[in-house]
């Protein structure tokens, strides 16, 4: 039986050690196993991390090996290769696919009741590999998605319109990374519908305000690495939301990485779309209305998706 306060990082790059941060912080684990292919970095990331205990929660952290994850309810896979200045996150695809197949036998040897959370990029082509890879149940693996991604069109629009970003109902859904869409047709500020907002506080130019944030969103991780080299703050927020939306089983709606299993004229694939999170990982996929714009879109950003899925041969 699982420890539904367990939880395992493994890969303590940037993105692994901010994330088991955050999580540390967020108090929702009594125990976090960190594990790399550099067992020494584990060891040092979990020593740091651990001494920053007596300002949170007390809770149980340390590097392990996969038999440490036997009784976990979640395993946070962010191992990889990094995303480097120029390239896209596509470029990094057989790579880390290659890293996944090294990983992932290894967890389903010792647990396979555990949900599994992908993080590495490219995040939706990883999440399909993870699901064949593993035998398990799609609804127990998926991807970070678009969450960060929406995260970021949630702060870019409260900035923009002097509201605050929760208050902001908008999401971004496809792939994560360049043929990404917003779903403008369904955008609201508090119920209040995007459009009649803007006109509400005398924004005459919204519809190239609305381009200008999609953009500004779609392109953050290349500007952010530019500058410092990697995102990984971000990210570590996004990962700790969906573990508490799976550990308090919130059945939240998060736009995660799923299985499109036909909807959308999808199928075999995983994108991100809204769905429902909770204790046992993907409850439901949400097939949410999209314009004719925004579908042709999806489909456009499904075929990019559907040919790297197909070189892979898995």
């Known amino acids: 039986m699982v420890n539904i306060q367990k939880a395992a990082v493994i890969g303590c790059g940037f993105v692994g050690s901010s994330s088991a941060f955050a999580m540390m912080r967020s108090g929702i684990f009594s125990e976090l196993v960190l594990l790399d292919a550099n067992q020494a970095k584990a060891e040092g990331e979990a020593m740091d991390i651990a001494h920053g205990l007596p300002f949170s929660r007390p809770m149980k952290i340390y590097a392990g090996g996969y038999s440490d994850l036997r009784d976990c309810a979640l395993v946070v896979i962010t191992a990889g290769a990094n995303q480097k200045p120029g390239e896209t996150r596509l470029d990094l695809v057989k790579r880390n696919v290659s890293i996944l197949g ?38 127990q693996v998926l991807g970070s998605g678009t969450v960060l991604d929406t995260a970021r069109l949630k702060y870019l629009l409260g900035e923009h319109l002097s509201v605050d970003s929760r208050s902001v109902h908008a999401v971004i859904i ?141």
Request: hydrophobic share 40%; net charge negative.
């Open 102 to 139: 090294s990983i992932i036998p290894e967890i389903v040897k010792v647990n396979r009741e555990a949900i599994l959370l992908i993080v590495s990029n490219p995040v939706d082509i990883l999440t399909w590999a993870a699901q064949k890879l593993s035998g398990l149940p799609k609804s």
């Open 174 to 314: 496809g792939e994560h990374g360049d043929s990404e869409l917003a779903v403008w047709s369904g955008a609201n500020v508090s119920g209040v519908d995007l459009d009649h907002f803007c006109a509400l506080c005398g924004e005459e130019e919204h519809r190239a305000m609305m381009e200008r944030i999609y953009t500004d969103v779609r392109d953050s991780a290349y500007e952010i690495i530019e500058r410092k080299g990697a995102t990984y703050y971000g990210i570590a927020a996004a990962v700790t939301r969906i573990a508490q939306c799976i550990v308090r089983d919130e059945h939240s709606v998060l736009p995660v990485s799923v299985n499109l299993g036909g909807l959308y004229g999808v199928e075999d694939l995983c994108m991100s779309v809204p769905a429902v999170v909770g204790r046992q990982g993907v409850e439901k996929v949400l097939e949410i209305e999209l314009s004719d714009g925004e579908c042709a879109a999806f489909r456009k950003s499904a075929g990019t998706l559907k040919e790297v899925a197909d070189s892979l041969g898995l």
